[in-house]
């Protein structure tokens, strides 16, 4: 980046008012908007997908932000894998399809092939001196934790020994890696994805704007009656390993660490699950035993949320597709064995976060369109928007690293 962008950006972060919302800036300027992909979207662990998606060798399907692609796989020794799905020739696409099965990668163009592994095995009528070894497609760093599949764009990612010697236990206890995938709905929101990230991080906008949500979550509640009721709550199971916390994100990740989180909070009165009423929908996740009428919040990277009902798990991750488009993406997990339909009604199943991010997409859509006026200018962000207040914080510091 040229040296006067950098100032300026460095200048706009030095400006920023701590306890107050970003300035218009940066949910417009596209310098910024660069700048995020390559210190934040290329450096870090993002959310690909489950290992259930692509349980036989050849599965794969596309992991896709901003103009890069990402295939990833299943090869043919049973290892999850993934390539830039750009062919090493000139360049074109080669998975065109978001999921599929395929013994080999072919590319569409001019049929260049590529095993599962990335490596190119046959392309039609090259020179003499041309060599196959030098034309694999780029490798994509690949974790799996607890079943979910992590994919970083970046050669020397943040490393992740931390994040799993505290988690693995939350990771067995739920089942993670034996979970499957039920649903994924696409949201795709006309806002800066900044906007989605920080709705999803506070819930001061719960209580008016998510009826349904409010109705079964305490969190929806003012702060100190949330406190209460989730003191008591970690009281109640005290030595139970689920109500075991880390906080681990943002500011608070270890150096060269990837950031995590995790806790467990209280639902409302009777409610079991995150459904209509609170009603059970699903079997219970691994080995769990009976429900303690909590969920559990976890994050893993920085862009990247899951929501651990006793009987299903949600996940949620933010992805620009523009500066000022992103997507939204849910997924609903439910226990391997579950069967849709006589375990599981999926209508049921997804009701309550279908309903809430339809919410969430008019509200972050509308705040977009308030940003974008000549007239918006900072607020000042309330005791509920704290950990809204850890992102921008540690999303100013990733912009000028
Ligand atoms: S661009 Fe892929 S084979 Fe030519
Ligand atoms: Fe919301």
Known sequence: MALNQSNKIKQLVAEQKQGFSLAQTFYKDIDIYATEISNIFLKHWLFAGHVSQIPIAGDYFTFEFDTESVIVLRTTAGEIKAHINVCRHRGSKICLEQSGTQKSLTCPYHAWNYNLDGELISARNMPNDFELSDNGLHKVNVELLGGLIFVCLSENPPSVASLRQDLNSTFELFGMHSMKLAEKKSYRIPANWKLAVENYQECYHCAP???????????????????????????????????????????????????????????????????????????????????????????????????????????????PISADECICDVFWFVNESAVQGKDYQ????????????????????????????????????????RFQQSFLNWYLQALVK
């Open 209 to 319: 704007s998510h009826q349904e949500f409010a109705q079964v979550h305490a969190m929806a509640k003012p702060p100190k009656m949330f406190q209460k009721a989730k003191e008591n709550f970690s009281q109640a199971n005290q030595g139970n390993p689920k109500f075991t916390e880390f906080n681990r994100y943002f500011d608070l990740a270890e150096e060269g660490q990837e950031g995590y989180q995790y806790d467990r909070n209280p639902l409302l009165r009777n409610a079991l699950s995150g459904s209509l009423g609170g009603k059970t929908v699903a079997p219970l996740l691994g080995t769990l035993q009976g429900y303690d009428g909590g969920a559990s919040e976890l994050m893993i990277g920085p862009l990247s949320y899951f929501l651990i009902y006793d009987d299903h798990m949600i996940g949620y991750r933010f992805l």
């Open 346 to 385: 999926l209508e049921q199943l997804t009701w309550l976060w279908d309903v809430t991010t339809q919410a969430d997409k008019t509200i972050i859509r509308n705040n977009q369109k308030g940003v974008d006026s000549r007239f918006y200018q900072s607020g000042r962000l309330s005791e509920m928007e």
